[in-house]
């Protein structure tokens, strides 16, 4: 196919040739150059947004990471302070899983959250569900200049960062900045003026786990309905979930996820009546269907959240 | 009429075919050691307006080829890095506009139900000169990305790669992330539908 072998395909490569052969472009390099993020002078971490962001194209967001947001609170005093209003935030941290090492997605609520742009700021603070860990150290995010236009953003990354993040780290940030953002980019990574690495998404089903929880939050206190949210591809789009207390297991049953197959997560949600359970610590397990019962593959993935009836 | 798109050329030919540069550039080192700077001179003085044109047929707009194009220059720059190579780097712009053009016309598709038939302008956004001789031109070229733009997406970027950019099949598959049979399949759909609806330029010699 590398050269027309037909006389169809002489003549239709003729005809495209000619339907685009007066199609005189402008010069657009001086703007390609203007969208390219400079920075003057190195900068450290705790400067504020600002001046940077003067010497860049308007489509540009600058945003210095200044410190690390609050973890979740549900305390009502915090929370309705006037100092901004608290968001989830979506970040992805790393577990175990029967496939290896892969990522989950975690919400953090957080205080005045710059909406999309608070991740990398977890990432460093690290998971509130003890099942998970993070990959970046704390201060490895010098700044992160988003340019979705371009589909990139840029992540600076400073010498506490990993000196040779995994790739399993660079899809980390990968996902936590694209779930922030709600933008299909790649993520150039930076040190000083040099991009290291220019990083596009790792296909879900072969960087996530399989099953992953949104709802509840880790040690969230319940009483009268547990509401459970998370995202599976799972066979049969069938999500077993089971109540577990002192390696017991107290109530079992499934949820159905929106779909499966497909090359991505779905969403499941439900209620579970936890009014009969006694008060105390109890563990919510969510896997994957497996209909082999363990004897085929690498067994179920899962997630579990702890949480405490009242 | 079956120019080879000016984008096969190498970036160490630049002075020969940089027709669309603002200026002559002078190489004077080696592509592996340019940095992101150079790279993204020295590609779009060879590129730019052969990639314009890869997005005219794939998007069939002519301002929007140029967003789109300038969009994966931008990208390109901050990928050259990893790329340091004029081969792989043409690969990522051509798969960049191809797949950018994808997205652009999804969200074209919602905004245009409002704004059809804005007039005699061709497709192209370009006003063609009015002599008979031009008009039948500028009918054929109208009607040629017409009909591209007629067929289902795949189909039409695998024949703007095939036909225009002139990629194997193993390049189409590496630019749209498909399976070599899965280019055969839309490559051979894509023609059949282009011969029935182009009939009038084609001669048939079969």
């Given at each position: 196919m590398n050269r027309p072998d037909t006389e169809l395909d002489r003549q239709l490569a003729d005809l495209l040739h000619d339907a685009v052969a007066e199609v005189e472009p402008e010069d657009r390099l001086a703007d390609v150059r203007a969208r390219i993020p400079r920075r003057a002078t190195p900068r450290r971490w705790g400067l504020v947004a600002g001046g940077g962001a003067l010497?860049?194209?308007?489509?540009v967001t600058v945003v210095a990471l200044t410190g690390n947001p609050s973890p979740v609170t549900t305390d009502p005093d915090i929370a309705d302070e006037p100092t901004g209003v608290t968001t989830a935030v979506p970040a992805y941290f790393v577990g175990e899983t029967p496939t290896g090492d892969r990522l989950y997605r975690e919400f953090q609520a957080v205080q005045g959250a710059t909406p999309g742009l608070s991740g990398l700021a977890l990432l460093e603070s690290?998971?509130?569900?003890?099942?998970y860990r993070t990959l970046w150290p704390d201060g490895s995010f010098e700044e992160q200049i988003s340019d979705p236009e371009a589909g990139v953003v840029h992540v600076f990354l400073t010498d506490a960062a990993p000196e040779e993040p995994s790739d399993l780290a660079l899809q980390q940030v990968v996902y936590t900045v694209r779930a922030g953002l709600q933008e299909q980019v790649e993520v150039a990574f930076h040190r000083g003026e040099t991009v290291v690495d220019t990083v596009a998404a790792a296909p879900q089903l072969q960087t996530l786990s399989l099953v992953s929880l949104?709802?509840?939050?880790?040690?969230q206190q319940v009483s009268g309905t547990l509401d459970v949210k998370g995202v599976a591809n799972s066979h049969e789009a069938t999500v077993p979930w089971r109540i577990v207390k002192d390696d017991v297991d107290v109530d079992a049953s499934f949820f159905t996820a929106r779909d499966w197959m497909g090359e991505r997560l779905f969403p499941f949600e439900g209620e579970i009546d936890v009014s009969s359970l006694d008060p105390g610590t109890y563990t919510l397990i969510v896997e994957t269907s497996d209909p082999s019962g363990g004897s085929e593959g690498f067994g179920p993935y899962s997630d579990s959240r702890s949480f405490v009836v009242e | 009429m079956c120019q080879p798109p000016a984008d096969t050329a190498r970036p160490t030919n630049v002075h020969s075919h940089a027709?669309?540069?603002?200026a002559p550039i002078v190489v004077t080192d080696e592509p592996a050691t340019w940095d992101a700077d150079t790279a993204l001179e020295q590609l779009y003085a060879v590129h730019w307006r052969s990639l314009v044109r890869l997005g005219v047929l794939v998007v069939g707009d002519l301002a929007q080829a140029e967003e789109i194009t300038q969009d994966a220059f931008v990208a390109l720059h901050a990928r050259w890095r990893r790329l340091r190579d004029p081969d792989k780097a043409l690969a990522y712009l051509r798969q960049t506009v191809v797949n950018r053009s994808r997205s652009a016309l999804r969200h074209r598709a919602v905004v245009n139900r409002h704004a059809?038939?804005?007039?005699?302008?061709?497709a192209t956004g370009i006003d063609l000169p009015g002599s008979d001789e031009a008009a039948v031109a500028s009918e054929r070229r109208a009607r040629v990305l017409a009909a591209l733009q007629d067929l289902p997406d795949r189909q039409r970027e695998v024949m703007a790669l095939r036909y225009?950019?002139?990629?194997?099949e193993a390049e189409i598959a590496d630019a749209l992330g498909i399976s070599r049979g899965a280019v055969k399949s839309h490559a051979s759909r894509g023609a059949a539908a282009l011969r029935a609806t182009l009939t009038d330029y084609l001669e048939d010699r079969s």
């Amino acid at each position: 196919m590398n050269r027309p072998d037909t006389e169809l395909d002489r003549q239709l490569a003729d005809l495209l040739h000619d339907a685009v052969a007066e199609v005189e472009p402008e010069d657009r390099l001086a703007d390609v150059r203007a969208r390219i993020p400079r920075r003057a002078t190195p900068r450290r971490w705790g400067l504020v947004a600002g001046g940077g962001a003067l010497a860049l194209a308007a489509t540009v967001t600058v945003v210095a990471l200044t410190g690390n947001p609050s973890p979740v609170t549900t305390d009502p005093d915090i929370a309705d302070e006037p100092t901004g209003v608290t968001t989830a935030v979506p970040a992805y941290f790393v577990g175990e899983t029967p496939t290896g090492d892969r990522l989950y997605r975690e919400f953090q609520a957080v205080q005045g959250a710059t909406p999309g742009l608070s991740g990398l700021a977890l990432l460093e603070s690290g998971p509130t569900d003890p099942d998970y860990r993070t990959l970046w150290p704390d201060g490895s995010f010098e700044e992160q200049i988003s340019d979705p236009e371009a589909g990139v953003v840029h992540v600076f990354l400073t010498d506490a960062a990993p000196e040779e993040p995994s790739d399993l780290a660079l899809q980390q940030v990968v996902y936590t900045v694209r779930a922030g953002l709600q933008e299909q980019v790649e993520v150039a990574f930076h040190r000083g003026e040099t991009v290291v690495d220019t990083v596009a998404a790792a296909p879900q089903l072969q960087t996530l786990s399989l099953v992953s929880l949104s709802d509840p939050a880790e040690g969230q206190q319940v009483s009268g309905t547990l509401d459970v949210k998370g995202v599976a591809n799972s066979h049969e789009a069938t999500v077993p979930w089971r109540i577990v207390k002192d390696d017991v297991d107290v109530d079992a049953s499934f949820f159905t996820a929106r779909d499966w197959m497909g090359e991505r997560l779905f969403p499941f949600e439900g209620e579970i009546d936890v009014s009969s359970l006694d008060p105390g610590t109890y563990t919510l397990i969510v896997e994957t269907s497996d209909p082999s019962g363990g004897s085929e593959g690498f067994g179920p993935y899962s997630d579990s959240r702890s949480f405490v009836v009242e | 009429m079956c120019q080879p798109p000016a984008d096969t050329a190498r970036p160490t030919n630049v002075h020969s075919h940089a027709t669309a540069a603002p200026a002559p550039i002078v190489v004077t080192d080696e592509p592996a050691t340019w940095d992101a700077d150079t790279a993204l001179e020295q590609l779009y003085a060879v590129h730019w307006r052969s990639l314009v044109r890869l997005g005219v047929l794939v998007v069939g707009d002519l301002a929007q080829a140029e967003e789109i194009t300038q969009d994966a220059f931008v990208a390109l720059h901050a990928r050259w890095r990893r790329l340091r190579d004029p081969d792989k780097a043409l690969a990522y712009l051509r798969q960049t506009v191809v797949n950018r053009s994808r997205s652009a016309l999804r969200h074209r598709a919602v905004v245009n139900r409002h704004a059809q038939a804005t007039g005699p302008r061709s497709a192209t956004g370009i006003d063609l000169p009015g002599s008979d001789e031009a008009a039948v031109a500028s009918e054929r070229r109208a009607r040629v990305l017409a009909a591209l733009q007629d067929l289902p997406d795949r189909q039409r970027e695998v024949m703007a790669l095939r036909y225009y950019a002139g990629l194997s099949e193993a390049e189409i598959a590496d630019a749209l992330g498909i399976s070599r049979g899965a280019v055969k399949s839309h490559a051979s759909r894509g023609a059949a539908a282009l011969r029935a609806t182009l009939t009038d330029y084609l001669e048939d010699r079969s």
